[in-house]
């Protein structure tokens, strides 16, 4: 099966995922949906330094808005903070180092955040594709930690803090590649069979997505939202998938249209007339399953995911406070 998942997935790329894809798609978009001022409103962009998120970090600083930028690494980040108010001419960019992957860190920053600053947005765009199993200090497999965990921990630290807001959202950066993984609750940290980094990552996108649909239900006053990027020539394709970037870099969207819809669903008022929980792709709700590709997963797996993710949270919550 997971041949023909890879197959019909890739085939759907070739069509949708390009430059071109991008461009058939943005005929039906309506310019006026992001021609909006967010002044006075704050947006929290993770991994806000390169690629996707510098570029969303990037659109609504035109626009007016308070950025904070979480990056990992405090000297491409002060660069790219330089950078967006440059060509932006918006001061109010702020910057916090924090590393997704350490979970102790993201309990503090959260409840220093939460004690200083405002919050309309939330938008988790930091990730990672590590192709070798590597363990953090805390022992996690560095892509579940990062990608699912760290996502969680952030999220639902600082929910308290956007439901104080009018019109709080929550975006959540995933893949199109999380349409070939099927949700995986028996090994988290992949640490049974080989280690493929590729579909690692792929499982860790659609757990976000089942994140997603999970809060959607659980916290009614605030918008989720999951969405696909499309294959962008940014940084971490080019160093996490080179074969993948040698072939289709001639045909790959620029980091701006990859971060066009993450951008319409933070400032757009059109994107909240839609549901939450969904999974969106070039502005509009797209399916979280390939047609036959048995990728659905029983309700109480998506349950345990939550209930595995909430004990870990917690379990790290009470180490970062020394309790």
């Not at 039906?28 to 947006?43: I, Q, T, Y």
């Not at 997704?100 to 600053?117: G, L």
């Not at 160093?239 to 757009?268: C, H, I």
Request: charged share 25%; with cysteine.
């Amino acid at each position: 099966m997971s041949w023909y998942r890879r197959a019909v997935w890739f085939a759907k790329g070739l069509r949708e995922y390009t430059r071109s894809g991008y461009e058939s798609a943005s005929k039906r978009f309506g310019p006026a949906d992001v021609e909006v001022d967010v002044a006075g409103k704050s947006f929290l962009v993770t991994g806000a330094n390169s690629g996707i998120g510098k570029a969303t970090a990037k659109g609504i600083a035109k626009r007016g808005g308070t950025v904070h930028m979480v990056c990992r690494n405090k000297e491409r980040a002060e660069e790219a903070k330089a950078e967006i108010m440059t060509e932006t001419g918006n001061q109010s960019i702020f910057l916090h180092i924090l590393d997704i992957s350490n979970p102790k860190e993201i309990w503090k920053f959260a409840e220093k955040f939460k004690n200083e600053h405002k919050l309309n947005v939330l938008i988790n765009n930091a990730g990672c594709m590590v192709n070798q199993r590597e363990l953090t200090e805390d022992g996690l497999e560095k892509n579940f930690a990062t990608n699912t965990l760290g996502t969680y921990i952030l999220t639902t630290a600082l929910l308290p803090l956007l439901e104080k807001e009018a019109d709080p959202r929550v975006i959540t950066v995933s893949s199109g590649g999380m349409l070939v993984q099927k949700l995986n609750i028996s090994d988290l940290q992949s640490a049974n069979g080989t280690f493929d980094g590729t579909m690692v990552y792929a499982q860790n996108k659609r757990q976000q997505v089942v994140l997603t649909e999970q809060w959607a239900k659980a916290h009614r006053n605030i918008h989720f939202s999951v969405m696909h990027p499309g294959w962008a020539d940014t940084p971490a394709v080019r160093s996490s998938m080179p074969d993948f970037y040698q072939k289709m870099k001639n045909t790959l969207r620029t980091e701006a249209q990859g971060a066009d819809t993450v951008v319409w669903l933070a400032v757009s008022s059109e994107a909240t007339k839609l549901p939450s929980g969904l999974f969106f792709q070039d502005r509009q709700p797209v399916a979280t399953h390939l047609p036959l590709a048995r990728t659905y997963s029983p309700p109480e797996d998506e349950e345990k995911l939550m209930q595995v993710l909430e004990e870990f949270s917690q379990k790290f919550k009470s180490t970062s406070s020394g309790t």
